[in-house]
């Protein structure tokens, strides 16, 4: 049972599942949590971007191959971790609220985050530099193990019916926002400082403003309120999901997702290391040239939110999971070509427009699947286990793939099979874009 504040909330909320119209107070509580978001989602992924220096300070190695993997495993760690967080923190928002897991999200992914800047390298303390480099990247794994299934639970169940698909589309703008972030810093102190500067101290700066900056969205995210949809659902006497209904949800959402993953990881940030290293660009180069495909897919993930709500998820999720297992080989074989930075910068742009489909579409596609119940728990816990499996290691098998086949194409085997398999869930799915939440 609800107690007598909460109740009082739901009913100022006028909290029906049919609301047609966003109120002002839910504006101020998206900016809240799309603002913190974009924090969490910096300091996640900036690591990605300053990783050939990482490589250099905490897996010293003869064979720069051999470190850069160690390090692409460091990274994929804590994607091992992000079914833990899901676990634990979609737990807890299924049972104290929305507010409180996004709360806990945003206090661990800052332990996590200043750990990685503070941590002594190799040189200096030996095995323990890489051990609690892990320790650092598990906790940010935790982190974003609930904050993505959460913080899209609370978007989806405040958004009006028919703008769920637009609404749910700035969770991942967001995101995309904090890479485009972490990029653009990374570029910029990859020009301004040398490279003997940048292994040795600059590394450490992008993390250094993700400590600073977390305080921000810690701040924003305190006045948050519960939706009225889980307040709704304290005094329901809907049953819990079965643990065979439960998981036959999570199955379909991780088909649904696991294109979507491995495009984002492999193009959102392997990329920037792909270029550099088959592309024939400098690391500036590479990381300028990956900043402008993140701003076109910023720029395009609402319009396709907003355009599924009105033709529906399923005609655009085909799409896209159809386009890139039919075009992802000829992607990587012209980028391998060295064709030249305005030739890849060109490439890169409309990759993240298209790509911006899935995270225009798939938010509120996938958290569609499940009850108000147990939403934040299985809604975390697929999107844990589906950048767990396909995304996380997605960088560390495209390397593996390059250094034992020999081809720079191989990784587009990845897009090719991830692509039909979710283009074949999602078209044996129910369309869900105007139906109730359940």
Not at 40 to 63: H, K, L, M
Not at 230 to 254: H, N
Request: aromatic letters at 12%; glycine letters at 10%.
């Amino acid at each position: 049972m609800v107690d007598q504040a909460s109740a009082t909330q739901l009913h100022l909320a006028g909290a029906t599942m049919d609301r047609s119209e966003p109120r002002p107070a839910f504006r101020k509580f998206i900016a809240a949590a799309t603002v913190g978001n974009i924090f969490e989602w910096y300091d996640w992924g900036v690591f990605a971007f300053v990783v050939t220096y990482i490589a250099r300070n905490f897996f010293p190695s003869q064979d720069p191959t051999a470190a850069l993997l160690s390090t692409f495993a460091t990274f994929g760690a804590g994607f091992v971790a992000r079914p833990a967080g899901a676990l634990l923190i979609g737990s807890i928002g299924d049972r104290f609220g929305r507010k409180t897991a996004l709360m806990a999200t945003i206090y661990v992914m800052a332990i996590g985050t200043v750990g990685t800047a503070l941590i002594p390298t190799f040189n200096t303390i030996g095995v323990w530099a890489p051990v609690l480099l892990v320790c650092a990247r598990l906790l940010q794994g935790i982190s974003t193990g609930g904050e993505l299934g959460g913080s899209l639970a609370f978007i989806i169940e405040w958004a009006p019916r028919h703008l769920r698909g637009f609404y749910g589309s700035f969770q991942q703008a967001s995101t995309i926002v904090g890479l485009l972030i972490g990029s653009a810093v990374s570029a910029v102190l990859n020009s301004i400082l040398t490279p003997d500067q940048m292994a040795e101290w600059g590394w450490r700066v992008p993390f250094i403003i993700g400590g600073v900056l977390l305080p921000i969205g810690i701040w924003m995210r305190r006045d948050l309120e519960d939706t009225p949809a889980f307040l709704e659902s304290k005094t329901s006497k809907a049953e819990q999901t079965s643990f065979q209904t439960g998981a036959i949800m999570v199955l379909r959402a991780v088909g649904f997702g696991i294109c979507w993953t491995t495009c984002q990881y492999l193009i959102l940030s392997y990329l920037a290391t792909f270029t550099a290293m088959q592309g024939g660009l400098t690391e500036s180069q590479a990381l300028w040239s990956h900043t402008t495909g993140l701003i076109c897919a910023i720029v395009f993930t609402p319009i396709w939110g907003f355009l599924s709500d009105r033709i529906g998820r399923k005609p655009l999720l085909v799409a896209v999971n159809l386009f890139f297992s039919i075009v992802g080989y000829f992607i990587f074989s012209f980028i391998s070509s060295a064709p030249g930075l305005a030739w890849i910068v060109a490439v890169q742009c409309v990759i993240g427009a298209v790509m911006a489909i899935h995270t225009g579409v798939g938010p509120a596609a996938i958290t569609e699947i499940f009850p108000t119940k147990s939403r934040s728990f299985l809604n975390s816990l697929a999107f844990a286990l589906v950048v767990t499996i396909f995304g996380g290691f997605s960088p560390y098998v495209a390397t593996w793939l390059i250094h034992t086949t020999g081809s720079p194409i191989s990784p587009s085997y990845l897009l090719i099979a991830t692509g039909l398999i979710a283009a074949a869930t999602v078209a044996v799915s129910k369309e869900t874009a105007h139906e109730e939440l359940s």
